[in-house]
């Protein structure tokens, strides 16, 4: 039984990027969708802005950062054509969930710009909401599957 990995120092330091920017991605999204529950329960302008804020600055780029730096250590390690659970697992969570934070992050700026002038929320907010839980729930899928190595 293997007891701990020896890794290259440079490939040590691109997965602490990754694992980093997973960190702020899981971080920044748990604050969005709280936000929006808010925003749907209050209809409040602040906490829109907060949820949109919260997707465009820490959401979207955290992402970029997390799966550009899983990209390189797959390259790295020659993991691009391996057949790995928690690798296709990782895969299937951040490909599609890139288009759904999307969704979540525009639906949520309209709600603000409905909030700001006046009107009520609409379902936008309802529909990012949900859409910020699912992604909660598949990171923390993956955070489990990175962690746990499934074969």
Known sequence: M???AIRADEINGWLLIHVFGAML???????????????????????ARLAFRSLLVGVI???????????FLLDKEG???????????????TEPGLLLLI????????????????????????????????????YVITTWAMTNKPV
Request: glycine content about 8%.
């Open 25 to 47: 991605l899981v971080g920044s999204l748990v604050l969005a969708m709280t936000a929006l529950f808010l925003a749907w329960r209050d209809g409040s302008e602040a906490s």
């Open 61 to 71: 780029p955290s992402w970029i950062v997390m799966r550009v730096a899983a990209q």
């Open 103 to 138: 969704i979540a992050t525009v639906l949520a700026g309209l709600a603000m710009r409905r909030a700001r002038r006046g009107d009520a929320l609409g379902a936008g907010v309802k529909v990012a909401a949900v859409l910020a839980s699912i992604m909660v729930a598949a």
């Open 2 to 4: 293997d007891l701990a």
């Open 79 to 93: 993991l691009e054509d391996a057949e790995l659970a928690w690798i296709e697992i990782g895969f299937i969570t």
